[in-house]
């Protein structure tokens, strides 16, 4: 049974994530403050960690941050603030996905299914590779590590499926429509700013210059490529 950790500090909504997740067949935690909640994910052994932005203790920016600095594990953002700065922040502080309030319960469910699936068949390695190396970068798809130039440098699942898919399609032009698809899936409910958000954290971690980009090429009006 996946396990999944709520850290909400509205009480009402808290309890209505809760009870639709274990209707669906997860055991769900509630932790109502910020810091405790991410003690409790530290400890926890959690496959989900659903986070509110603004919680008493730390807020959820502080525990994204925390998180992606100790551990991979499917973060997915439950908040108010429907800003697209907050939802672009929550993206590049390592947030797998971002739902608005007020949301449907379905909803929520549906995405966190779905990501589920996504992480396992990533963790299944059914990558038909086993090194994929270009100049300086090296993918070993056996135990997940990818090396710049002898250094190795830490992905989160998804920004390791997304390097995976351009290194092992060099030269090919995918839109962030085709890269949605392909990476987060058909049912994936969230737009294509997370393919900018995701591309963009790779580039500061495998680039020189992430500004001047080798690797993951922008071609303006079109989408992305893998320079060969």
């Known amino acids: 049974m996946k396990r999944i950790l709520i850290i909400e500090d509205d009480l009402h909504i808290a309890e209505l994530e809760r009870d639709y997740l274990q209707l669906n067949g997860f055991k769900a935690d509630i ?4 810091a405790q909640g991410l003690q409790q994910a530290f400890t926890g052994n959690y496959d989900v960690i ?42 590049e502080y390592g947030a797998d996905d971002y739902l608005t309030k007020p949301f449907s319960p379905g909803e929520l469910v549906a995405r966190i299914k779905s990501h589920i ?3 396992e068949r990533l963790k299944g390695n059914l ?22 130039n002898g250094h190795e440098v830490q992905l989160t699942a998804r920004e390791y499926e997304l390097l995976v898919f351009f290194a092992a399609n060099p030269g090919i032009v995918f839109s962030k429509e085709h890269i949605l698809t392909a990476i987060w899936g058909n049912d994936y409910y969230g737009d ?20 001047n980009p080798e690797f993951i090429e922008t071609l303006w009006g079109t989408g992305y490529r893998f320079n060969k």
């Open 31 to 34: 932790i109502h403050d910020g």
């Open 50 to 91: 659903i986070v509110d932005l603004m919680l008493p203790g730390i807020d959820g920016f502080e525990i994204i941050k925390s998180l992606r600095a100790r551990m991979d594990v499917l973060v997915m953002v439950v908040s108010a603030k429907d800003e697209e700065i907050d939802k672009i922040r929550g993206l």
């Open 117 to 119: 699936r996504r992480y």
């Open 127 to 148: 990558v038909p590779f086993e090194v994929i190396i270009h100049r300086g970068l090296e993918i070993n798809t056996a135990s997940h590590k990818v090396y710049v």
């Open 192 to 211: 294509t700013s997370t393919v900018a958000v995701h591309i963009q954290k790779i580039r500061k971690k495998i680039e020189k210059d992430p500004a």
